[in-house]
């Protein structure tokens, strides 16, 4: 700051020495945030120190405390066992006393077992704590490493270690209920230890009263020393029960502790599993090149079959069986058994197999109790080989040294058994003589096709994945699987690949005869997916081996390999269920036809009798039955295959959420998952452990920040903004937008699955709920498909409020702009608005219900659908007239069978005058009541109605039972009419006209006049 030209010196000599003055400030102030920049280094090497020395002390007092615990304990013990030897020794001494000493000896060794309990959950405790320690240290010290180096391709070892050692609490669900179990026995038995407890109060009246007891007429000289002995051993008991109540709550205090850390722990285990699952997947599993050194293969394979490895299996083996337990012992014999019997009569299967097979072709002697033994046989068939890997692994399992490549070998065998199971299985099915083709209804072609795929994809795809999973950690070296392991993995992949391909083909010889019987099948018009879908997915896996992430592949590889095998027992099950359904179709029919026969020939034998003595045959309606039954197979089946894949995927839908990393809207672009809250538990017990080892630093920190111009801090306003901060932030509450701000593509692809779930749900479920629940109830069909249509509009409300909560879009946000669209619909669409609220109304209201017989503009039809907007009225000539909704509110119809289905038609009969009256009637209503359509009651009757012109018109009133019975009884009653007037002699009349011809017209002003003969 210069002086100015022209102004006093003074004033100008003034602001020269403020300058300088505010010069040295800054240059102050300048030091000071250097010395601060140099604290901050310091403090940066000495909080870890104390961190670790806080930590050390943590640990140290922890041990103090287990050790004087344990101290506790043992006195606690002695002090126990001291009290229950007191009390057997009381109890030998006592002689009339004897059940108030063996009172106390039951108390002092419940006392005994009640310590024992206390110390085995204190224990337990302490490990748990250990445990949840050592599980938060863990956590914070691989997140740290992850924040610090980042998901590098040498991270993903540290994650799959990590992953692999992570303990399974799937156990602790049941180990919590016997704990809860156990805190309310213990809870009782602390309440009627207390009552007794009370009782003993008085501890001089309960002896006086047990000495009455024993000397009720006070006449024995030793009472007073018996009143004392009573009186210990109460005195003794009251004793025994303060501390054994203490030691109760002390228990139940220990059970409560070891509960909420359980709970604690477990949360922690699975939100930790969850917080590698959602890194360990996009993580390449090979350090170093992708393409495997023929060296490191032939080290791999030689670690694999080498003799040093397999050096002493016999001899541990031998030792392992010597100490087996013997409900493992027995487990092998009975499937050494099971094996040696079906070697032993394989050949009187296949002759059994063969048997069922011509029972089976035959109708008269078909049944489905042949199916099953088929099926059993098949499984027979089937299992030895399963049953030999089996046993072969469990073998390696006990000569195997801890995580040792035959211990490996040994648990891979047991785990792919199973499969091995299902695949003869399906080979023994597609026999020329097997399940498949005779029972199954399976093509002649299907069955080849099929037994020649599974015949060389056995050997193609077990060994090679068996290989890549013996090649896995900690069996071997990484080396080792991201050599061998990969070469053997790629050539399963590249097997199953074949193997889909010509399985799913739908132009192949396996496919080909499904789609041509089924074409309407929902499996068969979606062919083309499945196809692309079955073969992408081995062929996705072998690309995902090949370009590192091994680890991902294997474990995408396990859960496609768990959902094909519950198709393929899924499949096998449908199979079964259809063939018993086929049965019992044919034996219904099969009864039908023969009630129909018997009811012809009694028809034919009582011709002269009258129509009501003939016996009625009640038609079945058979396809209506199997649509009803396949409906509810499907359905179950879909439910079956959604729960079990929701079962075998659950655990890798943490990984899933990388998608919430890619940015679609407003932006696309991958930003930086946020992890503040997602891990609750975990996060809580990290800033607890934190706590006392950055209390001091707090506080030091602290101390400046209370004086900001102390120690020259720049005030809150010099400060620069955070980034990703807005002013609005720490202010009032923003308004909700009414689109999200960000959308993901993991919403993007949750609202596709709930939309795609509602379109499934709203397809099948009202159905399946109509053919379960609303057929066992007492409901009239419409009232079943209203319940069916309302539910079905519920599922599709449920579902689009989901599918837009997952785009973060609330009723909250759009419900400003909902109304404005409704205002508008309502006058642009006010029709189609009234007839949605007209059918609404319908539904609840049931004017008009399902199967109804109406009569609306001219048409008289039955009801059969009601929609959002129509409704669709079938008439009698099979047309169907759709029907706006809101012509049924506000318009006036009739409906025939809205209370009561009996309705009542009359025909107007005419005879001619001179006609008997009450002979026409009589013949008339015994023509009628001759009807079978025709009620007895309410009966029919005849009605003389009026005098016409040129008849004598009769009212002929009958009933039908419903009015779908219109047209047949119409009919049937007037021929009976017509035939019934002929007989008698009865003219019915026809109507007469006079016609008095004149010709001529009269002349102007006269009368006409007769024409001359």
């Known amino acids: 700051m210069g002086p100015a030209t022209g102004t006093d010196p003074t004033l100008d000599e003034a602001n020269r020495m403020a300058a300088r003055a505010q010069r040295h400030a800054l240059q102050k102030e300048v030091t000071r945030y250097e010395k601060e920049l140099a604290s901050y280094d310091a403090r940066a090497e000495l909080l870890p120190a104390r961190r670790d020395q806080a930590q050390r002390r943590v640990v140290e007092a922890e041990k103090r405390a287990q050790e004087w615990q344990r101290i506790v304990d043992e006195a606690r013990a002695r002090e126990t066992q001291r009290a229950l030897d007191e009390a057997r020794r009381r109890e030998l001494e006592a002689d009339e006393l004897k059940p108030l000493a063996e009172v106390n000896t039951a108390l002092a060794a419940e006392g005994s077992k009640i310590t024992d309990a206390m110390k085995a959950a204190g224990d337990l405790l302490s490990e748990r704590k250990t445990k949840l320690d050592a599980l938060t240290r863990r956590f914070q010290a691989t997140r740290e490493k992850i924040q610090l180096a980042g998901l590098t391709d040498a991270m993903s070892v540290l994650l799959r270690k990590e992953h692999a050692d992570l303990e399974v609490t799937d156990g602790f669900r049941r180990e919590q209920r016997l704990r809860r179990e156990r805190i309310s026995d213990a809870q009782l038995r602390e309440l009627q230890l207390d009552d007794d407890r009370q009782e003993l109060s008085d501890v001089d009246a309960r002896a006086r ?152 072709r035959r109708v008269r002697t078909d049944a489905f109790r042949h199916t099953v033994e088929a099926f059993a046989a098949t499984l027979v068939l089937a299992l030895p ?52 083709g005779a029972h199954f209804q399976w093509a002649d072609s299907t069955c080849r096709a099929l037994g020649r795929l599974v015949r060389w994809f056995a050997p193609l795809y077990l060994i090679p994945l068996a290989v890549a999973l013996i090649m896995q950690p900690p069996a071997v070296t990484d080396r080792d699987n991201d050599s061998l392991g990969r070469l053997a993995f790629a050539v399963a992949m590249v097997g199953l690949t074949i193997f889909l391909k010509r399985l799913l083909d739908p132009e192949g010889p396996t496919l080909s005869p499904v789609v041509t019987r089924n074409p309407s099948s929902i499996l068969v018009r979606f062919r083309h997916a499945w196809y692309l879908i079955g073969v992408a997915t081995p062929l996705t896996l072998l690309v995902l081996t090949v370009v590192g992430y091994d680890f991902t592949a294997t474990e995408l590889h396990g859960r496609f390999l768990a959902s094909a095998m519950l198709l393929v027992v899924l499949a096998f099950v449908h199979a079964m269920a259809i063939r018993w359904l086929d049965v019992a179709r044919r034996r219904v029919a099969i009864e039908h036809a023969r009630l129909r026969r018997e009811a012809a020939k009694a028809t034919a034998k009582k011709a002269d009798e009258p129509k009501e003595s003939l016996p009625v045959f009640e038609e079945v309606d058979l396809p209506a039955m199997n649509a009803q039954t396949m409906q509810l197979l499907r359905s179950a089946t879909v439910l079956v295959v959604a729960i079990g894949l929701w079962g075998i995927w659950a655990e890798l839908f943490p990984a899933l959420r990388v998608f919430e990393r890619v940015q679609i809207w407003p932006t696309i672009q991958v930003v930086e998952s946020r992890e503040e809250g997602r891990f609750p538990v975990l996060e809580g017990l990290a800033a607890t452990s934190a706590a006392p080892a950055s209390a001091a ?234 009807s079978p359509m025709v009620l007895r009651n309410p009966g029919p009757s005849i009605v003389f109605r009026q005098f016409g012109d040129s008849a004598l018109v009769l009212d002929v009133r009958v009933y039908m039972a419903s009015r779908d019975q219109w047209p047949s009884l119409m009919n049937d009653v007037m021929i009976r009419i017509y035939r019934a007037c002929a007989a008698e002699k009865i003219e019915i009349a026809f109507p007469q006209l006079d016609l008095h011809l004149k010709s001529g017209f009269p002349p102007a002003g006269g009368e006409p006049k007769d024409p001359e003969p």
Not at 314 to 340: F, K
Not at 421 to 430: G, I, S
Not at 798 to 809: C, D, K, R
């Open 385 to 436: 080989l399963a049953i030999v890997v089996f046993l072969t692994g469990k073998a390696l399992e006990l000569a195997a040294e801890p995580k040792g490549v035959v211990g490996a070998v040994g648990g891979v065998l047991v785990r792919l058994a199973p499969a091995v199971l299902l695949l003869d299985l399906v080979r023994h099915t597609a026999r020329r003589d097997g399940l498949g």
């Open 697 to 930: 630093p707090r506080a030091e920190a602290s101390k400046p920040a209370a004086d900001p111009a102390a120690n020259g801090a720049p005030s809150p306003s010099m400060r620069p903004p955070i980034a990703g901060t807005s002013p609005a932030e720490g202010g009032e509450e923003a308004a909700p937008d009414a689109l999200p701000s960000v959308l993901t593509l993991a919403d993007l692809g949750l609202s596709i699955l709930f939309l795609l779930l509602t379109t499934i749900a709203a397809k099948n479920l009202p159905g399946l709920v109509e053919i379960v629940l609303l057929r066992r109830l007492s409901l009239d069909p419409g009232a079943r498909y209203a319940v069916s249509t309302i539910a079905r509009y519920a599922i599709v409300i449920l579902g689009v409020t989901l599918a837009f909560g997952a785009l973060s879009i609330s009723w909250k946000s759009i419900q400003w702009l909902a109304a404005a669209l409704t205002f508008g619909l309502a006058f642009g669409l006010q029709e189609i608005f009234a007839n949605f609220v007209s059918g609404l109304i319908m539904l609840f209201e049931r004017p008009v219900r399902i199967g109804d017989t109406i009569s609306v503009g001219g048409v008289t039809g039955t009801v059969s659908r009601i929609r959002m907007r129509a409704t669709t009225i079938t008439d009698y000539e099979n047309r169907e007239l759709i029907v706006p909704n809101r012509e049924f509110i506000t318009s006036q119809l009739v409906n025939w069978t809205l209370t009561d289905p009996v309705t009542r038609e009359v025909i107007k009969v005419g005879v001619k005058y001179g006609t008997d009256v009450e002979r026409a009637r009589e013949v008339l209503l015994k023509a009628c009541q001759e």
């Open 209 to 360: 009263e047990a000495v009455e007891s024993i000397d009720p007429e006070g006449e024995r000289p030793d009472r007073t020393d018996l009143e004392a002995a009573a009186r210990e051993l109460l005195q003794r008991r009251k004793e025994t029960l303060d501390k054994l109540l203490a030691d109760y709550r002390t228990y139940l205090e220990r059970l409560g502790q070891l509960e909420r850390t359980t709970e604690t722990y477990s949360a922690a285990a699975d939100e930790y599993r969850e917080y590698l699952q959602e890194r360990i997947f996009s993580v390449r599993s090979v350090d170093g090149s992708l393409i495997p050194s023929p060296g490191a293969i032939a080290d791999a394979a030689a670690k694999l079959l080498g003799p040093s490895t397999w050096s002493g299996t016999i001899d541990r083996l031998s030792q392992a069986l010597s100490v087996l337990p013997a409900s493992s012992a027995a487990a092998g014999v009975i499937l050494a058994l099971v094996l040696g019997l079906s070697l032993l009569f394989r050949a009187r299967v296949r002759s059994r197999l063969r048997w069922v097979n011509e029972q089976v």
